[in-house]
């Protein structure tokens, strides 16, 4: 037996069916013939009038529920702006993002493209959450009052948070921390700050906490997740007011969402909001805030006082050609970046260095990590702004014309800046447009490019596949679209292998001799800048050590001739080592391991006098010696030399800050037991 309790009507319903079988029956009794289907009792009932206590338990059930759809719309919406972050956090990382203004992309047009596709993703979103709303009916957004408001809040939600996240962008390198960040952020935000203004819609009677969420309302309108979630709940808690007051109110006139102390004050604070972040993303872009030409200042003179006469020599050179009269491609003028703040610690990476590169030249840029290769790259291509100096791109300034810089420019950064999932010829095609190239040209030049790096295998793989000398190939292609007076490659042989070298070697002379292209390339391999450049520097701690070819460097620089020595591993090396030195007086060990004995002779030794007792001592030494090699010192060794240079001075300045630290520690620790000591004797005397 079913039997349900709350059946109210039921005992009116079976009141009514058994009165009008009595009278059918009765009808019938009196005449057979008639039709008892027109005659009927029809009962009524009508529910009573519902209590103030009823009303408001029912308008209580029905925030709480549209609470809840609030707080799980700000959760759903807050993960998709967040997502646009990981591509544009992941370009930034790699330098693709900088390689593609290099080829010809403004600031303002680069972010243009990514809002308006952004926002074609997010209006993907949200008409699929709309669907949701009208497939389960939720009359509180989507009435024919309330479905516009509806769709606005959510469309200028993302119109405003779009532009908000291209701003935070800067502040990751890894595109997974910087999505789970933001994300967690968006939602913190969006429940904050609407359950703290509708819990103190409830204190009405405080006046002290009437006045803070007076406050806080027009406060929180600059965070567009507020906007949202406390537009929503004020759109069903308005569509919920209208219907009960339609039913209790007579010629009741329903309120629009729309009006502005409703919902449409949000609605406006959305749409300002997304221009204004907008145009703050493109600021940052152009670094209008920030300056370090304003922001840091530089010392007066960062030359050191023994510096180098070559490149002395070099930056009076540039000094008395302002006028570029030399026809140098690149021009680095007393060229100065120091990372910090005016009032803070400052590090000087680059200090004021002078350098010319003449066309059809390779110039070398050689240093140990952290000496300011890649620093100066950067300055030149206009990633990072100049403290100090200035440099000239073929007569182009650096500082006010780079667009037309970066026409004359081609780059090769030293992580490859490639899209996985894009082919070499997708690649070339992109910034073949990207340079302006017409596009009925283009197919020509792709073929070309790829015949010459040797990626014609390759040209319809993705880059996924690509082994890392083929993606340095590609790199080193993209450089050289739109035929650059000057080409800029930094470590460009990294991960390569012995052939792969070569080859690229091969191309890269070809540019400088057969196209008279000038090249800048940064290199940790000696062989390499042995074999491609005309003219080198080395780099310490940001300053010019030394400039000229590798020949010259070499002679003035070298200390003489390197003799290795390989001794029998069963032998004592003392007596090799006593042998040479009382012959050759100037001979000085400089490397002893595992029987591979290194000297270092001056150029005053002459050669034959060399080979003379090295021969000798092979023969009376017996089997001691296996063989020899005497050489001129190689550039690897003048390098070496130069890096421990800067290794003794980062040392020495590490050991300088320590000591200060230490000091102004000491003088603290002084005073405060100084005066710890000082009220002490005073509470005795009293």
């Given amino acids: 037996i079913w039997y349900n309790n709350q059946g109210w009507p039921a005992s009116v319903s079976f009141v009514n069916v058994f009165n009008n079988a009595l009278l059918r029956g009765v009808l019938l009794e009196k005449n057979s013939s008639i039709s008892i289907g027109e005659y009927g009792i029809t009962a009524i009932n009508h529910p009573l009038p519902e209590t103030q206590i009823e009303i408001d338990n029912n308008i209580e059930k029905t925030v709480t529920l549209q609470l809840l759809t609030v707080i799980c719309v700000i959760f759903a919406l807050a993960f998709i702006p967040a997502s646009f972050l990981v591509f544009l956090i992941d370009e930034n990382s790699t330098t693709s993002k900088h390689l593609q203004f290099v080829s010809g992309v403004k600031g303002i047009t680069y972010w243009s493209a990514n809002f308006l596709w952004d926002l074609i993703n997010y209006s993907v979103s949200i008409a699929c959450c709309i669907i949701i709303f009208v497939a389960f009916n939720v009359q509180s957004f989507v009435s024919q009052m309330s479905f516009l408001c509806f769709f606005l809040l959510l469309f200028l939600y993302g119109f405003a948070l779009i532009p908000l996240m291209y701003s935070i962008n800067y502040l990751f390198k890894t595109p997974s921390t910087g999505f789970v960040i933001i994300s967690s952020l968006n939602i913190f935000i969006g429940l904050m700050t609407t359950i703290s203004t509708i819990i103190l819609d409830n204190f009405q009677d405080q006046p002290d906490l009437v006045k803070v969420k007076q406050i806080v309302t027009k406060l929180f309108l600059i965070f567009p997740h507020y906007c949202l979630g406390r ?53 940052v872009q152009y670094r209008f805030f920030i300056s370090d030409r304003i922001c840091v200042r530089a010392s007066k003179d960062l030359i050191s006082s023994n510096e180098d006469n070559d490149v002395a020599n070099e930056r009076q050179r540039i000094y008395s050609d302002r006028t570029n009269t030399s026809g140098d491609i690149l021009r680095m003028i007393d060229l100065v970046k120091v990372y910090g703040w005016k009032f803070g610690k400052k590090f000087t990476a680059v200090k004021q260095t002078c350098v010319g590169v003449k066309q059809g030249e390779c110039f070398g ?322």
């Avoid at 109110?249 to 749409?271: A, E, H, K, W």
């Avoid at 082919?423 to 040209?441: C, D, F, V, W």
């Avoid at 993606?471 to 000057?486: D, Q, V």
């Fill in 231 to 283: 537009g929503l709940f004020d759109l069903s808690t308005t569509y919920q007011t209208n219907v009960i007051s339609l039913r209790y109110i007579p010629n009741y006139v329903p309120v629009s969402p729309l009006q502005f102390d409703t919902v449409g004050r949000n609605i406006m604070c959305l749409t300002i909001e997304g221009f204004v972040f907008f145009i703050f993303a493109i600021l």
């Fill in 365 to 686: 840029l050689l240093g140990i990590n952290g000496s300011g290769k890649s620093t100066t790259f950067k300055m030149l291509t206009g990633e990072i702004s100049m403290t100090n100096g200035n440099a000239f791109v073929n007569n182009y300034c650096v500082i006010k014309q780079l667009d037309a810089v970066h026409q004359n420019l081609g780059y090769c950064p030293q992580f490859d800046a490639l899209d996985s999932l894009l082919t070499a010829r997708e690649h070339l095609y992109l910034y073949a447009r990207l340079r302006g190239i017409k596009r009925k040209n283009i197919p020509f030049i792709i073929e070309c490019l790829l015949k010459r790096l040797g990626l014609t295998l390759w040209a319809d793989r993705p880059v996924k596949q690509y082994s890392g000398g083929n993606k340095r190939k590609l790199s080193t292609a993209i450089s050289l679209i739109g035929n650059p007076s000057i080409i800029f490659m930094d470590e460009p042989t990294t991960g390569m292998d012995a052939r792969a070298k070569r080859f690229l070697w091969n191309c890269i002379l070809t540019l400088t001799r057969k196209d008279h292209k000038s090249v800048v390339i940064t290199s940790h391999s000696m062989e390499e800048c042995e074999t491609l450049c005309n003219r080198l520097v080395i780099m310490v701690s940001g300053e010019f050590k030394c400039l000229g070819s590798v020949q010259h460097l070499k002679t003035k620089f070298g200390h003489g001739y390197s003799i290795l020595v390989r001794s029998d591993i069963n032998s004592d090396t003392k007596h090799v080592i006593n042998y040479i030195k009382e012959r050759i007086t100037e001979a000085d060990v400089k490397e002893e391991h595992n029987k591979m004995i290194n000297f270092r002779v001056s150029t005053n030794v002459p050669l034959y006098k060399l080979f003379s007792v090295l021969e000798k001592a092979r023969e009376e030494l017996g089997n001691i010696i296996e063989n020899y090699t005497v050489t001129q010192v190689t550039l690897d060794d003048v390098f070496v030399n130069f890096a421990k240079l800067q290794e003794e001075n980062q040392s020495s300045e590490n050991i300088c800050v320590n000591n200060e630290d230490n000091c102004l520690k000491r003088n603290f620790l002084y005073k405060l037991f100084y005066r710890k000591d000082k009220s002490m004797i005073g509470k005795l005397n009293t």
